[in-house]
């Protein structure tokens, strides 16, 4: 049977997309079912769930940084889902996280945009600049997991306003402004836009997909 961890009452769904399906064929099958079914395949809607398997759902998307007790997962759940459940799960991923309740109509957006890849991608390619410039790797890698980690790290801790944190860092004249000034020219808010609207789209194609290897 495919992978799924039984929570007391509930079902946490923990396989890809296209093994939903089989897994709640096997689910179906059993005596006692789970009150609560919660779904960590991306893409695949509380409605499309419910059809699988008649149940009440949620879906949950927990960043892989859960493991160090960092991780951020959001959280959606179908309309007859009771507050006592709710809470329930809300407080079962906070033991790994800060825990956000979002609609369901953001958690593609919200897939695409928390990934921890967005950051180790960020710290490779800074990295990467550094040592043609002239840093060694080493050296390279610790600038650049400063520049991102320790700053957005600061950013969360102070709570101070971000446009403010830019507007200290990024001088007028100074090497902070013309290195994120150049950035933006090439071009790198662009790719960030057309990157997430990739992952958005690669989301959804793979739900469909997964539909149609059902039909």
């Given at each position: 049977?495919?992978?799924?961890?039984?929570?007391?009452?509930?079902?946490?769904?923990?396989?890809?997309?296209?093994?939903?399906?089989?897994?709640?064929?096997?689910?179906?099958?059993?005596?006692?079912?789970?009150?609560?079914?919660?779904?960590?395949?991306?893409?695949?809607?509380?409605?499309?769930?419910?059809?699988?398997?008649?149940?009440?759902w949620?879906?949950?998307?927990?960043?892989?940084v859960?493991?160090?007790?960092?991780?951020?997962?959001?959280?959606?759940f179908?309309?007859?889902?009771?507050?006592?459940?709710?809470?329930?799960?809300?407080?079962?991923?906070?033991?790994?996280?800060?825990?956000?309740?979002?609609?369901?109509?953001?958690?593609?957006?919200?897939?695409?945009?928390?990934?921890?890849?967005h950051?180790?991608?960020?710290?490779?390619?800074?990295?990467?600049a550094?040592?043609?410039?002239?840093?060694?790797?080493?050296?390279?890698?610790?600038?650049?997991?400063?520049?991102?980690?320790?700053?957005?790290?600061?950013?969360r801790q102070?709570?101070?306003?971000?446009?403010?944190?830019?507007?200290e860092?990024?001088?007028?004249?100074?090497?902070?402004?013309?290195?994120?000034?150049?950035?933006?020219?090439?071009?790198?808010?662009?790719?960030?836009?057309?990157?997430?609207?990739?992952?958005?789209?690669r989301?959804?194609?793979?739900a469909?997909?997964?539909r149609?290897?059902?039909?």
């Open positions: 049977m495919p992978s799924g961890l039984a929570l007391a009452e509930d079902l946490i769904i923990a396989v890809r997309p296209s093994s939903v399906a089989e897994l709640l064929s096997e689910v179906e099958a059993l005596k006692h079912k789970p009150k609560l079914c919660v779904s960590l395949a991306a893409g695949i809607p509380l409605k499309e769930l419910s059809s699988l398997m008649k149940s009440s949620a879906r949950a998307m927990p960043s892989p859960s493991r160090i007790g960092l991780g951020l997962t959001a959280l959606t179908a309309p007859e889902v009771p507050g006592r459940s709710r809470r329930r799960l809300q407080a079962f991923f906070s033991h790994v996280g800060k825990v956000v309740e979002i609609p369901e109509r953001q958690f593609d957006a919200f897939t695409a945009t928390y990934s921890s890849s950051g180790y991608h960020a710290l490779a390619a800074l990295a990467k550094a040592q043609k410039s002239g840093l060694d790797r080493k050296t390279a890698l610790l600038a650049a997991a400063h520049a991102l980690g320790d700053g957005i790290r600061y950013w102070s709570g101070a306003n971000l446009d403010e944190l830019l507007a860092a990024v001088t007028p004249g100074g090497i902070a402004a013309a290195t994120i000034f150049a950035t933006n020219h090439a071009g790198y808010e662009q790719a960030v836009a057309k990157g997430l609207r990739a992952g958005i789209a989301a959804r194609r793979n469909r997909d997964s149609k290897r059902r039909t």
